[in-house]
């Protein structure tokens, strides 16, 4: 019997070997070699922190945004509070940020750059933390949609996002459509906001990657971009 067991064990980590190898395999497109799950609503806390529920990871979100408007300037505002229940434990998590324009008789002529930063507590990391920013983008990418870039620290690791579609249509009407992560310039992961709900791609089950791509993707679904109000 234990000589069975073994058996199993070893077979089992043996086929689990390379799908986690596969996930970092360049030459597989993304979505090949990601498990895709799509956004579940469940209840939370309160009436303004609902809940949600992405493959194992679960929690609650309060997201605000707000706008000031003077015949000179406006600017968008935009916080969000999370609470996502990992394997590791409860990840907490606190962002904000914004972007502004000065304009006269309705023209647009300076634009603040958009600035969306997140702290984490509770079971992330010591040095967790991320920022997105405007990003410049190749012609065709900034015709598709707002451009943005940004990344993740999580656990001496860093992470990067950018604006890129994952599916639907090709063109959002000037909305954000979704967001790609990578790691050493690798795509592992992300975000498709292209749709009625938002679709996730995590890195397979064991990935020592999976916690902080989830955790990067609920944060950047969180933002209430400007671009998408």
Do not use: K
């Not at 390379?18 to 360049?26: E, G």
Request: contains cysteine.
């Amino acid at each position: 019997m234990r000589i069975r067991l073994v058996s199993i064990v070893l077979a089992a980590l043996t086929f689990a070997a390379p799908v986690l190898a596969s996930a970092q395999d360049a030459a597989v497109p993304m979505r090949d070699r990601t498990e895709r799950i799509g956004l579940s609503g469940r209840r939370g806390p309160s009436l303004f922190r609902p809940g949600f529920a992405i493959g194992e990871y679960t929690g609650w979100a309060s997201l605000r945004d707000s706008a000031v408007n003077l015949p000179w300037q406006s600017r968008d505002f935009a916080t969000a509070e999370l609470s996502i229940a990992t394997p590791a434990g409860e990840v907490t998590g606190n962002c904000g940020g914004g972007q502004g324009h000065r304009n006269i008789l309705g023209i647009t002529f300076d634009r603040e750059t958009l600035s969306y930063d997140c702290e984490y507590g509770g079971a992330a990391p010591a040095d967790a933390g991320m920022g997105l920013a405007l990003a410049r983008g190749s012609i065709l990418r900034r015709i598709q949609q707002p451009q943005r870039a940004g990344s993740l620290m999580w656990n001496g690791v860093e992470y990067r996002t950018e604006t890129r579609r994952i599916g639907g249509l090709p063109f959002g009407g000037g909305s954000v459509m979704g967001y790609v992560i990578t790691r050493d310039g690798i795509e592992i992961g992300g975000v498709d906001l292209n749709g009625m709900r938002p679709t996730f791609y995590l890195p397979p089950a064991g990935s020592t990657d999976r916690d902080a791509v989830a955790v990067f993707a609920i944060s950047l679904w969180a933002f209430r971009d400007p671009a998408n109000r």
